[in-house]
């Protein structure tokens, strides 16, 4: 059964101090594993799609990587307005729906000054 | 502006009384879906749309109905809600089925059945 595991369930960190979060899956026909980031009373936020293993994207404080089996979201010297949940979601190819997205519970980010 | 407008925001019904959320996007996307978030179990799936009259079931279709007549709207129906469907729902869109491409996400409806 595809499925997608993240970790922590929450996080706190004071400002300044890196710490990275993990996404592990179990899927079948994986086609892209993507990244969100999710503010109280809002969507998703797209942040990131990585679509094969050794791929490195980044974006302020950000950055994605990929394996074969997990995906890791590094945070380096955090602010408080990173708080956030941060979910992870894979695409796999279920029937004729190729955009399907598996997500993950997320991880609860908080920063603190 | 791109963006995916669902409403309304929440919503506090009773019991057995038909509702609809609406959702719309102003990107021209093929595909649009219907998600559901509760704590502990993610966002999951209910129904998605790979274009206009195309539609299909996600994981938990129970309970709910959709309609693609137009391009950019997607409503979502709950013909008898049950305090089991008290949730957040997102409607999203993303460009077009196949390849992989972000989703967009509106800002979410918060329903109450009670």
């Known amino acids: 059964e595809d499925q997608v595991t993240q970790s922590p369930e929450a996080l706190r960190l004071q400002e300044g101090e890196s710490s990275s979060l993990n996404c592990s899956y179990t899927?079948?026909?994986?086609?892209?594993l993507f990244w969100y980031r999710q503010d109280p009373g809002k969507g998703p936020e797209f942040l990131f799609t990585?679509?094969?293993a050794g791929e490195e994207k980044e974006k302020e404080r950000l950055k994605a990587t990929l394996t074969k089996k997990e995906s890791f979201l590094h945070i380096t010297a955090p602010k408080p307005e990173d708080s956030a949940t941060y979910l992870c979601?894979?695409?796999?190819?279920?029937?004729?729906?190729?955009?399907?997205?598996?997500f993950g519970t997320g991880t609860l980010l908080a920063v603190q000054p | 502006e791109a963006q995916v407008t669902q409403n309304p925001r929440y919503l506090i019904t009773v019991t057995g009384k038909k509702l609809t959320v609406t959702c719309s996007q102003n990107?021209?996307?093929?595909?649009m879906s219907w998600y559901r978030q509760d704590p502990g179990l993610g966002l999951r799936q209910i129904y998605y749309?790979?274009?206009?009259?195309?539609?299909d079931k996600g994981d938990v279709p129970e309970g709910y109905k959709v309609s693609r007549k137009e391009k950019r709207n997607f409503p979502l129906i709950l013909e008898s809600p049950s305090p089991n469907q008290t949730s957040l729902y997102f409607c999203?869109?993303?460009?077009?089925?196949?390849?992989?491409?972000?989703?967009?996400f509106g800002q979410g409806t918060r329903l109450t059945v009670v």
């Open positions: 999203a869109s993303s460009r077009r089925q196949g390849l992989n491409t972000e989703a967009f």
């Open positions: 899927v079948s026909g994986l086609r892209g």
């Open positions: 990585l679509y094969s």
């Open positions: 979601a894979v695409q796999a190819v279920r029937g004729g729906a190729t955009n399907k997205l598996i």
């Open positions: 990107m021209n996307h093929e595909y």
């Open positions: 749309s790979m274009n206009v009259e195309v539609t």
